[in-house]
């Protein structure tokens, strides 16, 4: 059988975006600290700023060394093009933002991070925005909210923090069948664990502080997209299917095709927002990239040893991660997810919420900070940091309990990981 | 924008630029034909560049391909009379520039349409563009695997690591994304008429119009020799080499391409 001629992932995450400079011969990126880039000339640079011709002018809008890591992430995720953003939130939001107007309505999974439940519940109503919260568990419900003037549907791949494994497939073909894109959030998953647009998804949305970085050294986050949904046919997506003055009466489905999603993000939302990656930011990040592999591999082996010894422990009250045969989508996972569902879990320590706070105060090897997806084991407790802002009630609807402690497995030896666990969760229980 | 071509309904890219301007009454109208499972898209470099230097460009969406009304039509011959019609419909003689399959088009139109075919630029092509086997096979049963091997196939070792011209770009993702969402069975078909068509070189004999070949040397579809007996047939034509594009020069090389096409379309 012949074979596609492409380099295959682990080479990709090296190299794709990227020649050797050939001016200086530079094998790394080379950080092109810029704001700006010398035009040809008067023609050259009307060209450019009118989209007749391709290149970099100015670096909120494109960066050579940007442009590297959005060329690589769209290669790992099987996109047509990617556009890098200052954070993750300005990802969700460049796309949203790119796609949708006033009037319009999101179908939402309603177990997603505290950051983009805000925006969507809190933020983007005061532009005329709406969003419909549904289980992630159950396609049919995103199907029962879906309205005339439904947009969007937006989910993440593994929720935000139960590790609910969302069905791309059954969710992609219930928005498609209403004429809707399908955006994801994969930042948990990484393109090394699962590629959504494979599975039908039409918008691959990262924060690449997580795992894709992976050193919790610099802050950005993707908007990847997918190439294939048709945003012409359905008179849906005006942004994209109509003439657009700030360039001319252009139409970006007409002379882009498969691209005009990422090319008007780029051209519209980082001109006007301006949500940008620096350069800086986009050098650290493409170095967590380039080991991509061999680290979520050692994350997700990581992980399976920790949650062996949290089964056994007798302070552990449940476990959350597809990994464990408890978990409802332990089949599901196996299934999306053959190399592993990700290195963050979540699980109960029985006493509480006091107990939960013996703990995190007891842990001395993992970190108690706000982040997730860096080499170190780090810890938290939502309901009083990242999900603070939910009500009561919508914290037990995304299954967020007093007593739940999140955790992101880090790359150390398990052994050591393992034991600072055990003997945290051992002083928790000292009241 | 859409217009009819021999009662059917075709669309096209023209840079935003509408083509009946009154200032651009004399300028040079330009057709640009795509290749096999391809669409107008794989013209965005030059579309809107042309059209916004003194050119009426027209990017088309052939029949059943893009957003143009199907079926797709079922011989070179039979495509190259349809520029004829696409002539007629713009309402003036046509610089055709065709890449691929759309290059075998552009050669038998100019070879046959007389004056409708005011120049030719091909590019992309050999004398003749025999399939691989395991490309037909996959495309006959749509599936994926042939947009992952033309891809894979069409661009040159640079194109594969990248970077893209354009700014974030994955371009063997692009050429994927543009041939799996041609609709199912245009590939297979477009593929096939590629590979019985024989007339290309019978066909640059024919032609006296201006014309331009422009070949990638890195191009393993149709590698650089197999265009030889084309260009010795073509004789007049003007040839341009580009040493570090594939198959698609208009997307690996897009400034050498602009290049190319000033001079030809207004030779000093």
């Known amino acids: 059988m012949v074979e596609p001629d492409h380099h295959r992932f682990d080479t990709r995450a090296l190299h794709a975006g990227q020649r050797p400079d050939p001016v200086t011969g530079s094998r790394a990126v080379p950080i092109h600290q810029t704001t700006s880039y010398v035009f040809d000339s008067v023609d050259h640079a009307a060209g450019l700023f009118n989209l007749e011709v391709s290149g970099h002018l100015y670096s909120r809008i494109s960066n050579p060394t940007v442009a590297v890591l959005e060329e690589r992430i769209a290669s790992l995720e099987g996109g047509v093009g990617a556009v890098c953003t200052s954070s993750g939130q300005a990802a969700l939001h460049l796309a949203m933002a790119t796609i949708l107007n006033a009037g319009d309505h999101v179908v939402a999974s309603r177990n997603i991070y505290g950051g983009s439940h805000n925006m969507l519940n809190l933020t983007m109503p005061r532009f005329g925005i709406t969003t419909t919260f549904v289980d992630p568990r159950d396609p049919r419900a995103f199907d029962a909210a879906i309205r005339p003037e439904t947009r969007l549907v937006f989910a993440e791949t593994l929720g935000n923090p139960g590790i609910e494994v969302l069905d791309v497939t059954a969710v992609a073909e219930v928005a498609h069948s209403h004429g809707l894109p399908l955006a994801v959030d994969s930042t948990f998953a990484t393109p090394y664990l699962m590629r959504p647009i494979d599975h039908g998804a039409d918008i691959v949305i990262h924060s690449v502080t997580k795992f894709l970085g992976g050193h919790g050294v610099a802050i950005g986050g993707v908007v990847v997209d997918g190439g294939r949904f048709d945003w012409a046919s359905s008179g849906k997506f005006p942004t994209l299917s109509e003439p657009y003055d700030g360039y001319h009466g252009i139409t970006f489905t007409e002379e882009f095709g498969t691209t005009a999603l990422s090319m008007r993000a780029r051209a519209e939302g980082l001109r006007d927002f301006g949500g940008c990656m620096s350069p800086a930011n986009a050098f650290y990040l493409l170095q967590g990239v380039e080991t991509l592999p061999v680290r979520m591999a050692r994350h997700v082996d990581n992980t399976h040893r920790v949650i062996e010894m949290l089964d056994a422990h007798d302070a552990v009250s449940w476990i959350s991660h597809p990994a464990h045969p408890s978990h409802p989508d332990h089949e599901l996972a196996a299934r999306l997810y053959p190399k592993g569902a990700g290195a963050i879990l979540s699980f109960g320590v029985h006493g509480g919420r006091e107990a939960g706070r013996r703990f995190i105060e007891a842990v001395e090897l993992a970190s108690h900070l706000a982040n997730v997806g860096d080499a170190k084991t780090l810890v938290i407790h939502p309901g009083s940091t990242t999900h603070q802002q939910m009500s009561a009630e919508d914290l037990a609807a995304a299954g967020i309990g007093e007593e739940l402690i999140r955790l992101s497995v880090g790359l150390e030896d398990p052994d050591d990981i393992c034991a600072d666990l055990s003997r945290a969760l051992r002083a928790s229980q000292k009241a | ?268």
Not at chain 2, 17 to 34: C, F, K, S, T, Y
Not at chain 2, 135 to 154: I, R
Not at chain 2, 159 to 184: L, W
Not at chain 2, 237 to 259: I, Q, Y
Request: proline share 7%.
């Open chain 2, 1 to 268: 924008m859409r217009i009819q071509v021999a009662g059917q309904s075709v669309h096209a890219a023209t840079g935003a630029m509408a083509i009946d301007r009154p200032e651009v009454a004399d300028a040079p109208l330009v057709a640009l034909i795509h290749g096999a499972g391809m669409d107008r898209t794989v013209w965005s470099h030059q579309t809107r560049w042309l059209a916004h230097h003194d050119t009426r460009a027209v990017a088309v969406d052939l029949p059943g391909h893009g957003y143009s009304d199907g079926p797709a039509l079922g011989s070179i011959a039979g495509l190259a009379a349809w520029v004829g019609d696409l002539s007629e419909a713009l309402g003036g003689p046509l610089h055709v520039i065709g890449h691929s399959m759309g290059a075998f088009i552009g050669l038998e139109a100019a070879a046959t349409l007389g004056d409708r075919i005011a120049s030719l630029v091909v590019m992309g092509l050999g004398a003749a563009m025999p399939v691989h086997p395991a490309l037909q096979t996959a495309a006959d049963d749509d599936n994926p695997l042939a947009a992952d091997l033309m891809a894979g196939w069409m661009h040159g070792p640079d194109q594969k690591f990248g970077t893209n011209p354009t700014p974030g770009m994955s371009m063997t993702g692009t050429s994927r994304a543009v041939i799996e969402t041609s609709p199912d069975g245009v590939l297979a078909g477009d593929l096939a008429l590629c590979g019985a068509y024989d007339g290309a070189v019978d066909a640059g004999a024919a032609i006296t119009c201006p014309t331009t070949v422009v070949l990638g040397t890195l191009d393993r579809m149709t590698p650089r020799r197999s265009a030889q007996p084309l260009v010795d047939a073509l004789g007049h034509a003007t040839l341009v080499e580009l040493a570090t594009s594939g198959h698609a020069p208009m997307m690996e090389d897009p400034d050498a391409v602009r290049s190319a096409l000033l001079a030809h379309l207004f030779p000093s």
